[in-house]
């Protein structure tokens, strides 16, 4: 079946720091690849996605690139700060799946000043 | 824009007692979904739908119900309440791509809901 592992947390970093979570997948074809970003209280929002093997996805400063290789999506980041603080998730969504989002158990990172 | 719209957003039920968590969408969204969240365990996919008058179960569908009678709502009935169902709980929309994966996925800001 399709799932999604990623490293266990928590992670705590220094600000400034260098970020990675690991997330590894496993699925048949071509999945969709996401990290949502959990701030405390708040639901869940994208924060980069990529669709096809050897895409890169960014926002603000984060980055992971699809591959298939590995089938891994690891989420970086070169400098973190402490309102990076939150809990991420990697996900992944398949072709004729109605959209179904398969996530990973989530990794709390905690940055300190 | 109101994107996805969760009501209520706490709730505290006695062990027995029935609900029903609303969840509504302005976007058009074809499919809509609920997850359910607990600690260490990320998002479990509990329902969810490709359209209005389709639904189907996910990964935990049993104590819920769902329907879907129109394209903006997609409410979440909990039969009879049990502790095991205290959670947070999310609701998602995303639009098809046409071949069946979801695109702009957006989600609720959640309902956090107690057993006692």
């Known amino acids: 079946g399709n799932s999604v592992t990623q490293m266990e947390g928590p992670v705590t970093l220094s600000e400034e720091a260098f970020l990675t979570i690991n997330c590894t997948y496993t699925?048949?074809?071509?999945?969709?690849l996401f990290w949502y970003v959990q701030y405390p209280g708040e639901g869940l929002q994208l924060l980069l996605k990529?669709?096809?093997?050897?895409d890169k996805g960014s926002n603000k400063g984060f980055e992971a690139t699809y591959r298939k290789e590995t089938t891994s999506f690891h989420l970086e980041k070169g400098s973190v700060q402490v309102s990076d603080s939150a809990v991420y998730f990697c996900a992944l969504s398949r072709y004729n799946q109605g959209g179904k989002l398969i996530f990973g158990q989530g990794t709390e990172l905690s940055v300190k000043p | 824009n109101a994107g996805v719209t969760q009501t209520p957003k706490f709730q505290v039920l006695k062990t027995g007692q029935s609900m029903t968590l609303q969840c509504a969408q302005d976007m058009n969204h074809e499919y809509m979904s609920w997850y359910r969240q607990d600690p260490g365990m990320g998002l479990r996919l509990i329902h969810y739908?490709?359209?209005?008058?389709?639904?189907d179960q996910g990964e935990v569908p049993n104590g819920y119900n769902v329907s879907r009678s129109t394209t903006e709502d997609f409410p979440l009935r909990l039969l009879s309440a049990a502790p095991s169902q205290t959670s947070v709980y999310f609701c998602a929309s995303s639009y098809s791509d046409g071949g069946g994966a979801g695109y702009g996925y957006t989600f609720g800001s959640g309902t956090r809901l107690t057993v006692v």
């Open positions: 699925a048949t074809g071509y999945p969709s």
């Open positions: 739908s490709v359209g209005a008058g389709i639904t």
């Open positions: 990529a669709t096809k093997a050897d």
